[in-house]
């Protein structure tokens, strides 16, 4: 499950710029290659193009019709060996990066609902993965993000003690 949340945290905009693991083709030919995949420029092609679609249907900002191109080519084919049946996927090298993290991205999904999400954060661009038994994680990291939510709820409450010194909470 590295490829997905990875590659969808793999390009980051930070106040003094953007951080791109895949923007030059020497670091995503890294990247893939520490990640299993052979680092090719269609592998390198497919992942800058699986990126943005991804984050967008995890976002719920696309439908998941976006991701046709790559289930479209998705295809299993049996073959014999010597212990019986064999299942190999037979998928173009132009797309296997993407079927990858689609299928990762398939294998979080459940009647509970995604396992991926971005970060609550509203000035976050990460992604997590929960693995939770109640499936209800927030955020990406509790120590950045998970703090600063609370440091603001706590903010405002206090802001809301009325001249008596009583706080109200704020829901």
Known sequence: MDLLLDLV??????PDGPRDELGSDGDAREWLRSRGAAGTRAEIADARAVRPVLAAVIRGEAAI???APW????QRRARLTGDGLAWEDDVPAGRRV??????????????????IRPCADADCQHFLVDHSRAN???WHSMELCGNRAKARRHYARSKEQDSSGVS????
């Open 9 to 14: 945290n793999s390009r980051i905009v930070y």
């Open 65 to 67: 019709d976006a991701l």
């Open 71 to 74: 289930v479209d080519v998705m």
């Open 98 to 115: 993407g079927v990858r993290a689609i299928e990762e991205w398939a294998a979080l999904q459940g009647p509970e609902g995604s396992r």
């Open 136 to 138: 209800a994680r927030k």
């Open 168 to 171: 109200r909470r704020v829901r």
